[in-house]
């Protein structure tokens, strides 16, 4: 009987190493946005508190016991996160466009995000910053570009960018796309439906989330403000804003937070 190549070995253990770092980062993903879905609710019901985004996130998880360690192992998911999606850029995504250049670059961008994302987390869990709200970052960011050459057309780019993809996020999911990333033969069938909710649901709203973003970034960069940009808190809180009042804010909060369950089923489910 011959021995196991020493290349299919190490490719077992890559793709292994692989799927782990997929799943975890997909549970600490869900983990966020269930929370900033929850801070935002709170908003819309009139009770003070942390702003609604990963930093205020990040805050209420500091606030309990453990709160700290905790916050570690989100900076960690987040570097899985990063991983899977730098892997996904390297050698191409699962599925039979997995490795399309758009698909390709389309994961490097993530890879990048979340990078951020991950020092952000990581250099709040050592006390040494991170906690500038979303909001701040927004602004200071749209400023610091609003000042170069054709500053003004780039920050527009970037929130046109942001928006149409804000769109794309919410009209995929209305389409159930993320089926086609789902190893439906290990999903429960009593369970596909609830799933079906919670992806169209939690990705409508995160589009929207997104879109409105874009839109506010665009707004900046025609009236050469950058204090127009904002981040996901006062996006957020431009819903209540709206003729629709604070009931808009709570079905988008209601909506991320079921994205953060969309993204658990996704940690179990989804192939890699």
Known sequence: MAAPSVGGTRARETRAAVTAAARCGLATRGVLYALVGLL?????????????????????IAG?????????????????????????????????EGRKPTRRVASAAR??????????????????????????QS?????????????????????????????????????????????????PRA???GVDVLGVAGGVARGAVFAAAGAWLVHAAVSYDPRK?????????SFAQTPAGPWLLVAVATGLLLFGAFSWAMAVWRRV
């Open 40 to 60: 935002a609710l709170r908003i819309a019901f009139g009770r003070a508190g942390k702003a609604a985004d990963r930093t205020g996130a990040l805050a209420e």
């Open 139 to 187: 602004r200071d960011v749209t400023a610091a570009a609003l000042a170069v050459p054709a500053g003004q057309w780039l920050v527009g780019a970037v929130g046109l960018a942001v928006a149409v993809g804000g769109v794309v996020i919410a009209v995929n999911a209305a389409r159930l796309s993320f089926r086609e990333e789902m190893d439906t033969g290990r999903l």
């Open 191 to 193: 369970a596909r439906r």
């Open 229 to 237: 940009a904002k981040g996901v808190d006062d996006t957020l809180r």
């Open 64 to 96: 309990h016991p453990f709160g700290r360690l905790l916050v570690w192992a989100v900076g960690a998911g987040l570097v899985a996160m990063a991983a899977w999606r730098l892997s996904e850029a390297v050698f191409g995504a699962a599925g039979p």
């Open 111 to 136: 890879a990048g995000f979340y990078v951020v994302a991950a020092f952000s987390a990581l250099s709040f869990a050592a006390g040494r910053g991170g906690g500038r709200s979303g909001d701040e």
